[in-house]
């Protein structure tokens, strides 16, 4: 297999034409910050664009920025019939939010989009694009509860409407690209973490009690998880749009290694300072749907990537220092600019 080099990366990315479907997001803006960091100039689809302009101020993220309903499948369509593009990552998704609970949105979103995009790109892709014309986020929640090591090629067992519908846009996707000849691929994240993460989820959580000095309740945190951060995540799924593939592989994007939740905690406590008395573990119950496998295989990463592939990742105490110092920065940016405004009356 032909492996690219850093200087190639840059090169083939800083002349590609790259659309990025859900470039706000979390897992979207580390994507398409990453992306910039390569010279790349990416379109950045957003659902609203006063939102986004802000998130890309913050982060450092220079393109051209459209807005676009990912339930409108006609218009996906259109946007990628318009621009043309080399690779789509799709990093759009319903259903993370716990607010998110509609199932007609969480199936068009998650899986019909998919479908959508493989059919546009049969049509309109670059056939000279050495790399992947499609990269899809996909979920660990897809395996559901089949336990083991979960490799790619285990039967899956979703339980939950994100998992389903997820494993849904996986499937069309596999199905479609093999069908219409297109070059894609769907990498399954699992419990990523660091600067952008969503109100309510742990390590946020954590840094909030940091800063007001508060108790945090806690399940007893014997669940396991792997811990990837977020611009290790960016990374790869930037190194898999340039990887030879067959069409519509699933890979597993993780670290191959399991933490407990406690073990993170306490991990997160150290670095940020949280004494130990705040962390009130056994207050609240594990989540029914929590996943119990052994530690994630990432064979099939390896083999895609080979040398590409940085190693070791980012660990967690290093993770979540990081993680620290970008929101510290972000905060200040944040006050200089309401003394600005402030100023300016």
Not at 172 to 192: I, P, S
């Amino acid at each position: 297999m032909n492996h690219i080099s850093p200087s190639q990366t840059a090169s083939s990315l800083s002349s590609a034409q790259i659309v990025v479907l859900g470039a706000a997001g979390f897992i979207g803006r580390w994507v398409s910050r990453r992306l910039c960091f390569h010279g790349a100039k990416p379109v950045l689809v957003v659902r609203d664009v006063q939102t986004a302009k802000e998130v890309f101020a913050d982060y450092e993220i220079n393109g051209e920025i459209i807005q676009a309903d990912f339930q409108r499948l006609d218009s996906v369509t259109e946007l990628i019939g318009g621009f043309k593009p080399d690779v789509v990552f799709n990093l759009a998704g319903y259903g993370v939010d716990h607010s998110e609970r509609d199932e007609e949105a969480a199936y068009r979103i998650n899986a019909h989009l998919v479908e959508t995009i493989c059919k546009a790109m049969a049509v309109h892709r670059n056939s000279d694009w050495p790399g992947q014309n499609i990269v899809h986020v996909g979920s660990a929640l897809e395996y559901g509860e089949i336990g083991g090591n979960l490799a790619e090629d285990s039967a899956p067992n979703p339980t939950t409407l994100y998992g389903q519908s997820k494993l849904l846009g996986t499937n069309l996707l596999t199905q479609f690209c093999r069908k219409l000849g297109v070059k894609g691929l769907t990498a399954r994240l699992f419990t990523v973490y660091g600067p952008g993460e969503h109100e309510g989820r742990l390590l946020p959580l954590l840094s909030e009690a940091a800063r007001n000095s508060a108790s945090l309740p806690l399940t007893a945190g014997q669940q396991q998880r792997d811990f990837t951060f977020v611009e290790d995540v960016a990374d790869i799924l930037i190194e898999l749009a340039l990887a030879e593939a067959s069409p519509g592989e699933i890979v597993n994007l993780a670290t191959g290694k399991l933490t407990t939740v406690r073990g993170f905690v306490e991990i997160a406590a150290e670095v940020l300072h949280i004494p130990k008395k705040h962390l009130n573990f056994g207050d609240i119950p594990a989540r029914a749907e929590e996943m119990r496998h052994e530690a994630v295989t990432i064979d099939r990463l390896r083999k895609l990537l080979g040398p590409r592939l940085k190693t070791p990742l980012t660990d967690i105490a290093e993770g979540i220092r990081r993680t620290k110092d970008f929101n510290g920065r972000l905060a200040e940016r944040l006050h200089n600019r309401q003394e600005r405004t402030c100023a300016s009356f």
